[in-house]
């Protein structure tokens, strides 16, 4: 989804209550000095209160831009999907990739 592009330490959408938090990034490409984090980038561990899995676990981000890439990756912005359980929820402000 465009969006402001996300980065380390940024919030996903909690997952059944367990706040969880971008864990992976690019260490050198950065938007406000803080790395930026992108598609396959990991959130920090957390519970997933489902039918299948009540073990700790993270996810990575499913899609990120499919236009600006950072290391062949995908940049990730707020509102990208992660794999099964949540979303970006934090980007920078000023910092936006408005491809799909
Ligand atoms: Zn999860």
């Known amino acids: 989804m465009p969006g402001p592009v996300t980065f380390l330490g940024a919030a996903d959408t909690p997952c ?3 706040p969880t938090f971008r864990a992976q990034f690019i260490p050198n490409v950065t938007v406000n ?3 930026v984090s992108c598609q396959t980038h990991l959130n920090t561990p957390h519970r997933w209160i489902g039918a299948a899995c009540k073990a700790p ?3 990575p981000i499913a899609l990120g831009s499919t ?3 950072v290391m062949g990756l995908g940049l990730g ?3 990208d999907p992660t794999v099964a359980c949540a979303w970006v929820a934090q ?3 000023n910092v936006i990739d408005h491809s799909l």
């Open 77 to 79: 912005r707020m509102f």
């Open 57 to 59: 676990h993270t996810a």
């Open 16 to 18: 059944c209550g367990e």
């Open 67 to 69: 236009r600006v890439r």
């Open 33 to 35: 000095g803080i790395p």
């Open 91 to 93: 980007g920078i402000p």
